[in-house]
């Protein structure tokens, strides 16, 4: 189920990455994405025609510890369901390796890292008139992923991320939570649609949600240091009224977050 509809989605994620050609290679064998551009150090990567991820080779650039704010994972949203098990077929087929695996109310995701440690999510949403609420907040889970109707619902072999692949959510490592509200909430205007102990997750439109931040690695952390591995820019793409305020609010399209992180606010095409 694509985000499209929300006036402010996620866009492409841009890491910096100290082996780029290794890097790349893997999203192409994990995903099956399709290389959009390659131009000397960055290579976008992406489904359909559509940038879903920029990747910056930077081989001095510091290797960024798990502890720093930044990126906790990419969220990439498959189509349907089918997709989804067309794709943990492949992953067993490949043998590659998962490290989690989750059924949380509204979607079903599987968690892995690629090879310099930026978290990955793949999942697919339940229908939307499937979703409850608890205490005016989307009811969200960490519950045991079935994996045997998973595989069960695979329709085709798996070909690559189909059209409609977008990425549907970037969870980001924060200093702490009130801190990351009052910017992305209070600042840039996202609802607050759940919360989980040490975690606020906000959205735009009405979906379950397109950021989270967590301090589960990083409670405590300052400022980031540049130039690092790890989360270089976060897009977000607005609509029409929804840029001209993000813009406004922020007095720029490209502002930082109390940590550090580079966020760009690009305008949806009409």
Known sequence: MSTSSAPVEIGRVALTVNDLGRVADFYRALLGFETLSADGEVVVLGAGGKPLLELRGDRAARVRSRREAGLFHTAFLLPSREDLGAWLRHMADKR????GASDHLVSEAIYLDDPEGNGIEVYSDRPRESWTTENGQIKMATEHLDIDSLFAAARAPWTGAPDGTVVGHV?????????????YHDTLGFDIKAHYPGASFMSSGGYHHHLGANVWQSRGAGQRSYPSTGLADLELLADAPSYDALVGQTGTPTPTDPWGTQLTITRKAA
């Open 171 to 183: 969870h980001l490592q924060v200093g702490n939570v009130p801190e990351a509200e009052a910017f």
């Open 96 to 99: 590659l390796p998962v490290s």
